[in-house]
């Protein structure tokens, strides 16, 4: 069973601050994702890494993946209250055929106050 | 653009009953899957299809059936409910790949009494 572990469970921090989120395996994954959901509704693609060493940048929020595809992180520099939710990691895993899992890890609770 | 659609959206059942939550797409993906979200636990996958007429267990089946009936639907089956399956259900599909975009429903809120 691929397990997908994420630190801190909860994060509560001032606005303007920096933060990092960590997503780390025992096992290597094809290509992990970042997902945001807000309360009430389903998840929310961030972004899809899949080379390991890979850095991509989405506005204050950068995403890299670690050079064994085991591990990711997500930094966000200066947060805004704007970015308050649970933030999730997920890997795909291939199964028999084109059939992929996706699995979740447990998730990050960032609340920024103002 | 209705993306993923779940229904119902709040449920309350007595134990031992049955019910089946329903989840349609309409972005010809060819993945459908179901999840169950509990405080602290994240997402846990119930069940997923890969294709039409396929499904799979995932890391918690037990409790729960499913119909992948045509591309569009994928439904979950609770035939005997337990207090133990009070939570939030969420359907999502994807195209095949290992690195596509998953969509999410908006989740049916369950409680079992």
């Known amino acids: 069973t691929q397990l997908l572990e994420q630190s801190p469970q909860f994060l509560s921090i001032q606005e303007g601050e920096n933060l990092t989120v960590y997503c780390n395996s025992s096992s290597v994954f094809s290509s992990l994702q970042w997902y945001r959901q807000e309360p009430g509704e389903g998840p929310v693609l961030l972004v899809t890494v899949v080379t390991g060493g890979e850095v991509k940048k989405l506005k204050r929020l950068t995403f890299q993946f670690g050079d064994a595809r085991k591990d990711s992180s997500l930094h966000i520099t200066a947060a805004q209250p704007g970015d308050t939710g649970l933030y999730l990691c997920a890997g795909g895993v291939k199964g028999g055929g084109s059939n992929y899992k996706l699995t979740f890890g447990k998730g990050t609770l960032l609340t920024v106050n103002p | 653009n209705a993306g993923v659609t779940q229904t119902p959206k709040f449920q309350v059942l007595k134990t031992g009953q049955s019910m089946t939550l329903q989840c349609a797409q309409d972005m010809n993906h060819n993945s459908m899957y179901w999840y169950r979200q509990d405080p602290g636990m994240g997402l846990r996958l119930i069940y997923y299809s890969a294709s039409e007429g396929t499904t799979d267990k995932g890391e918690v089946p037990n409790g729960y059936n499913v119909s992948r009936l045509n591309k569009r639907e994928f439904s979950l089956r609770l035939e005997s409910a337990a207090p133990s399956q009070t939570s939030v259900y969420f359907c999502?599909?994807?195209?095949?790949?290992?690195?596509?975009?998953?969509?999410f429903g908006q989740g049916t809120r369950l409680t079992v009494v």
């Open positions: 999502a599909s994807r195209e095949t790949g290992g690195w596509t975009e998953a969509f």
